[in-house]
């Protein structure tokens, strides 16, 4: 099992930064990706970004390409999401997601083990 916490979120202005950090703990050995959802209140989970543990590849969701970035640490076992260009849009509760089995990265099927999310408020 894998468990993870996020950490990081907050309020900030339009055009703001803020850098998320996810901590895996547990049977760390045995992931295959991790990733970065977001979910706003009446709207459906969307894919923000993901990462290849092993291999490194790394995918973004088209509304945040550019603006944000993906990436990890494995002496720390942490996963990071560096957000820059905040815009109002962005405001959700950000999930981080792992799997230890090969699937669809931008899915949030594939993933096995979630944390209890962060919330990311910008204001306009």
């Not at 998320?20 to 045995?30: K, M, N, V």
């Not at 977001?38 to 989970?45: D, L």
């Not at 962005?90 to 999930?95: E, G, L």
């Not at 669809?104 to 096995?112: E, G, P």
Request: aromatic share 12%; proline share 2%; with cysteine.
């Amino acid at each position: 099992q894998v468990q993870l916490v996020e950490s990081g979120g907050g309020l900030v202005q339009a055009g703001g930064s803020l850098r998320l950090s996810c901590a895996a703990s547990g049977r760390t050995f045995s992931t295959y990706a991790m990733a970065w959802f977001r979910q706003a209140p009446g709207k459906e989970r969307e894919f923000v970004a993901a990462l290849t543990w092993r291999s490194g590849l790394i995918y973004y969701g088209d509304s945040v390409k550019g603006r944000f970035t993906i990436s990890k640490d494995n002496a720390k076992n942490m996963v990071y999401l560096q957000m820059n260009s905040l815009k109002p849009e962005d405001t959700a509760i950000y999930s981080c997601a792992a799997n230890d089995k090969i699937g669809l990265l931008y899915d949030s099927r594939a993933y096995d083990y979630w944390g209890q999310g962060t919330q990311v408020t910008v204001s306009s």
